[in-house]
């Protein structure tokens, strides 16, 4: 690493002012990607990031994902999975491990992160407090062989309908940074599995989040000769779906996006998390990296 003149350590410093004041008191709603999480450094750098956050005033809010993760034990069970949609299709014996996953390892690991950081950082799921309300997700996909549209029965996969602020707000404030699966449970009290970034989305709609970053392991949405689109509008985001460049993955992420910006959040950018201080260097520098979708 080059090394930083003190001089210049006190000027990056005193650039990212603005930026601290822009966000002063704010809530940023970070989805840390599954695939973003990467080496054991990255992801300490990332708690860090967030540990900073808060020391500024900032109140993050991180939701993550843990889908290679949920595909590392599944395989170890042999258990199969299939996608459809960009979506996990959920059974019985899935939504079981999906959890297991999703609100133990992964969610206690982040949180373990964060606080060996100097942070606070409380774990919890869409489950507790009845925080997050879903239903049933249904979806049509086009069959391969008949080209035909058809309907798929995803399982145990909801979608948001309801947020449930209470337990947030006794948090959001008070110097704690609540680090959130992506699970909700229906009206019937059963478990859902839900997109990390749909999940993402309904928080910080639901909060008013002022940024909602999407951290995942690519540069931002890509064109068809994978170069980066620096800003996309919601117009052109729709049609990148509807021809197929966005595809897997990226369609919920795209699609959270819009649904934030409908809901009032002001900026919604999606960013290569694996990038060293990806986070900071987002918020706290004139250097927008990846993808900012705009109305
Ligand atoms: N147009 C596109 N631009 C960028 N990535 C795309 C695009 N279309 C599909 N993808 C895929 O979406 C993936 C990101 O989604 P996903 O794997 O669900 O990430 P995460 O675990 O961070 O939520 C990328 O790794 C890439 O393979
Ligand atoms: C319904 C559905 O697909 N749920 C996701 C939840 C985790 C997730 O979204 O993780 P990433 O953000 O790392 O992709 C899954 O089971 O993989």
Known sequence: ???????????????????????????????????????????????RDIVLLEQTAINPVVVHGGGPQ??????????????????????????????????????????GYINEAGGKAVGLSGKDANMVKASKTTRTIIDPDSHIEKAVDLGFVGDPEKVDLTLLNQLIGYELIPVLAPLATSKDGQTLNVNADTFAGAVAGALKAKRLLLLTDVPGVLDKSKKLIPQLSVKDARKLIADGTISGGMIPKVETCIYALEQGVEGV???????????????????????????
């Open 1 to 47: 690493m080059t090394e930083i003149s003190p001089l210049d350590q006190a000027r990056i410093l005193s650039e990212a002012l603005p930026h601290m004041q822009q966000y002063d008191e704010e809530t940023i709603v970070i989805k840390y990607g599954g695939h973003a999480m990467g080496d054991e450094e990255t992801a300490k750098n990332f708690a």
């Open 269 to 295: 950018v999606i960013i290569d998390g694996k990038m060293q201080h990806a986070v900071l260097l987002e918020l706290f520098t004139n250097t927008g990296t990846g993808t900012l979708i705009h109305k």
């Open 70 to 111: 949920i595909a590392t034990m599944l395989k170890r069970l042999g258990i199969v999975s299939e996608f459809a949609a960009g979506l996990r299709i959920t059974d019985a014996a899935t939504i079981e491990i999906v959890e297991m996953v999703l609100a133990g390892s992964v969610n206690k690991q982040i949180v």
